[in-house]
């Protein structure tokens, strides 16, 4: 299984930028998919996740209004949406897929077994 996101960037405060992760080496379509991201010194922390079908969706509280997960099962691509970028969300953004096919999404870090490389998302205040 091969997890590959990109988009990353810089950008002020208040601005947007979208990632992606292509997917690749298990059906796609049957797993939930998630985004989390990390700073130095600081442990991973649950971002956003979707639901293998695409119709649950579940963020943490702090992107909540701010950023859309969203997925293509067609083109094995799952994307964020990330507007009114603040400076707190600069981190390295990983993205994962479910261990298991099927089921709900999940905010749990070791219900993931499969993590791309990681984007970075700077934003300047």
């Known amino acids: 299984v091969q997890l590959q996101a990109s988009g990353g960037g810089l950008v002020q405060a208040g601005g947007s930028l979208s990632l992606s992760c292509a997917a690749s080496?298990?059906?796609?379509?049957?797993?939930?998919m998630g985004w989390f991201r990390q700073v130095p010194g600081k442990e991973r922390e649950f971002v956003a996740a979707?639901?293998?079908?695409?119709?649950?969706?579940v963020y943490a509280d702090s992107v909540k209004d701010r950023f859309t997960i969203s997925r293509d099962n067609a083109k094995n691509l799952m994307y964020l949406q990330m507007i009114s970028l603040k400076p707190d969300d600069t981190a390295v953004y990983y993205c994962a897929i479910r261990r298991v096919p099927y089921g709900v999404p999940s905010t749990r870090y070791s219900e993931y077994d499969y993590w791309g490389q990681g984007t970075q998302v700077t934003v300047s205040s």
């Open positions: 080496g298990r059906t796609f379509s049957r797993f939930g």
């Open positions: 979707i639901g293998w079908a695409g119709d649950r969706k």
